[in-house]
């Protein structure tokens, strides 16, 4: 069998009893917080992430197969920069402002390659049923400042560390063990970053807008891994970014490459503010920054034209075919005549509000579940209230198909009791020029994010 059917692991953890379930639910929190899984809500208050006390189990078959669709999916979000550069619909769709537009160019660079990357692509695929490679849909892409490239091993770590006696009992003689670690993926692209140049990689910074201080809190748990491998690590404003005598330096430090946790949109308001960004359009040049700046084409937006026939002969028959059963039918709100999803042309407005309880709005680039808007959750009223302000308010919006988020029954912790309860989920594929990794987030709520209180599913490879 190429997967391990739920039963198998709800059935050895009912076996545990209430009481030692407790314990484990306990020392689960516990690890949490001295491993420094924490977020920090809108008043900077720390919190410790939720972590379920039930993984995934991916056998080897099924890590193959993730990896060899997230691989069609980023290949094709490399051919969009052409498309944008080509085609004035694309540029409709997917758009910049001039001063982004500017930065893009710097790029362009012959030493600027596109593939260093370390982003996430997220879906609703879960791996303990039958259907496990049909029934998923790719939600959105996210190539910049990805949350959880620390709290992802972590959790994994922590779960092993709880529960691992108990698969060693489900699963005699077969090896559990963390999916790909996405810190081991980072740190060999920047070791490809830093080949290609031809420098040797000593200090890498982290960079990230120290005007925000709420939401996850992994820069610097993510530094510390890279010192003890060896590296040296400095998290870093952009701002604090300067050059001397040619050498980069953050914090006064000397680095190499830089890897992001900021989106260019931030750099173009840091520099109307009157910063000067000089230091780090240097590295845009020279090719050092990671994720590239041509990854700033991970807009919503870009299922738009996945899904768009009139932009179907871009792609190879493989993705073609990978996007009709896997990607969700998007389209960017506007007042215009676009495809169904059948293909049918109709005019967009009046088919968002006719078709509200199977339809979602989204920000377009947006993150952390800020703005969603579920159809089937409010009132028409209300759906047309979000419609107005989607077609003429500040913020770009993307209208979606509904996906069929999956649920599944978890341990929770609830107070001083063990408790099980229903959860929707989704799941993360971290991918990079070499590999990919995963992890999964689970919630009351139907939008599954956890900036909006939901929590972690550790993702552990089942060998053999």
Request: glycine fraction near 8%; avoid cysteine; aromatic fraction near 8%.
């Amino acid at each position: 069998m190429d997967y391990l059917p739920r039963h198998h692991l709800d059935r050895a953890l009912r076996r545990l009893g209430r009481a030692a379930l407790l314990d484990r639910l306990h020392a689960l929190r516990a690890l949490s917080d001295v491993r420094g899984m924490r977020y920090l809500d809108d008043r900077g208050r720390a919190r410790t992430i939720t972590m379920a006390l039930k993984p995934w189990l991916l056998t080897t078959r099924q890590l193959w197969f993730f990896h060899q669709a997230m691989r069609r999916l980023v290949d094709a979000l490399l051919v969009l920069p052409g498309l944008y550069a080509e085609h004035p619909q694309v540029r409709r769709v997917i758009r910049f402002s001039p001063q982004r537009e500017e930065w893009l160019r710097l790029a362009q660079h012959r030493r600027s390659r596109p593939l260093a990357a370390i982003g996430r692509l997220d879906s609703t695929a879960l791996y303990d049923h039958a259907g496990w490679r049909s029934a998923f849909r790719m939600l959105e892409p996210n190539a910049v400042g990805v949350g959880g490239v620390h709290y992802a091993p972590t959790g994994s770590g922590i779960l092993l560390d709880v529960l691992g006696d108990v698969l060693t009992r489900l699963l005699p003689g077969r090896a559990v063990t963390p999916v790909p670690d996405p810190r081991q993926l980072l740190l060999e692209e920047l070791r490809d970053v830093a080949r290609r140049l031809g420098r040797p990689l000593r200090g890498v910074a982290l960079i990230e807008n120290t005007d925000f201080t709420t939401g996850t809190d992994e820069f610097g748990q993510l530094a510390a891994h890279l010192r003890r491998l060896g590296l040296r690590a400095v998290v870093a404003d952009p701002r604090e970014l300067r050059l001397a005598r040619g050498q980069l330096l953050a914090k006064g430090e000397p680095v190499d490459l830089l890897y992001r946790d900021s989106e260019l949109a931030e750099f173009v308001a840091m520099e109307s503010r009157g910063r000067r960004l000089t230091a780090l359009r240097q590295a845009v040049r020279e090719g050092r920054l990671i994720s590239g700046l041509t990854w700033e084409f991970d807009q919503k937006s870009a299922w738009e034209i996945f899904t768009d026939p009139r932009f179907a002969q871009a792609f190879s028959p493989a993705q073609r075919a990978f996007f009709r059963r896997h990607v969700l039918w998007t389209r960017l709100v506007r007042e215009d005549r676009v495809t169904d999803a059948s293909g049918r042309w109709v005019d967009l407005p009046p088919y968002i509000r006719r078709h509200r309880a199977r339809l979602v709005l989204k920000p377009n680039t947006l993150f952390g579940g800020q703005g969603v808007v579920l159809g089937a959750t409010v009132t028409q009223r209300v759906w047309e209230r979000h419609l107005a302000r989607a077609l003429h308010g500040r913020e770009r919006y993307v209208v979606q198909a509904l996906a069929p988020v999956a649920r599944d029954t978890v341990p929770y912790l609830d107070g001083g009791r063990a408790r099980y309860e229903e959860r929707a989920t989704v799941s993360g594929f971290y991918f990079s020029s070499r590999g990919i990794s995963l992890v999964g987030r689970f919630s009351a709520q139907p939008v599954v994010n956890v900036s909006q209180g939901g929590g972690l599913i550790a993702a552990l490879w089942l060998h053999g």
